[in-house]
């Protein structure tokens, strides 16, 4: 079993059925906010097995990550950065490398939870996202459990930016998922293909 709070919210098995019958590309992943690398190590043994993605992690601080990784980490499969999601330069920076390997197939944002962070991550990683390729905001209605936490309260207008947003940045499907039990909530867009 990994270590990754997407199990008791159930975003694993809406990632599941997402992807269990996505047979595009898939061979650069991004998730920014990864704790200790968990749902990476998830994605790799199991979700996406056998496809041989290099993964990005990003996260403020990154310790006492999965030792299950570490191979990952050493073949270069795997590239965690530390970098706040409040500081845009150190988005920019993550981002000047990963482009180098090219664009990204997926963006998942589970990080800070709050409107300038999502804001942040997204204006410098919705550009590195290829076309048809995916970006998932998560718990973007968790204020509703948590109605004194303004940072989550935040995320309520993070809806109204990818709305505002969503005419002219080439979403090609864009969805506000919100499951009551389990508990989880995500925003999922892809990108313009045709
Ligand atoms: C909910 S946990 C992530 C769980 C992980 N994705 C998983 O599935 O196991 C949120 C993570 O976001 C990170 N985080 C919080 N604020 C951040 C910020 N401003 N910039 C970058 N990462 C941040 C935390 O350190 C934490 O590891």
């Not at 998932?136 to 993070?158: C, G, H, L, Q």
């Amino acid at each position: 079993m990994v270590e990754t709070d997407k199990y008791a919210s159930g975003l694993i098995y809406y990632y599941q059925d997402y992807f269990s019958s996505y047979d595009g590309k898939i061979e650069r992943v991004l998730e920014v906010g990864i704790y200790k690398g968990g749902f990476l190590y998830f994605l790799d043994t199991q979700l996406f097995k056998d496809r041989n993605v290099k993964y990005y992690g990003i996260d403020i601080k990154i310790a006492n990550t999965d030792e299950r990784l570490s191979e990952l980490i050493k073949d270069r499969r795997l590239v965690l950065f530390a970098a706040n999601q409040n500081k845009t330069a150190q988005l920019v920076a993550c981002a000047e490398e990963i482009k180098q390997d090219g664009l990204l197939d997926i963006v998942i944002d589970d990080g800070a939870h709050g409107f300038n962070e999502c804001v942040n991550t997204f204006n410098t990683f919705w550009p590195l996202v290829r076309e048809g390729g995916f970006y998932f905001i998560e718990d973007w209605a968790a204020y509703m459990y948590y109605p004194d936490n303004p940072t989550y309260k935040s995320m309520r207008r993070v809806c109204d930016f990818i709305l505002d947003n969503a005419k002219d940045s080439g979403f090609h499907d864009l969805e506000f998922i919100f499951h009551p039990a389990p508990r989880f909530s995500v925003i999922a867009i892809r990108k313009n293909y045709v």
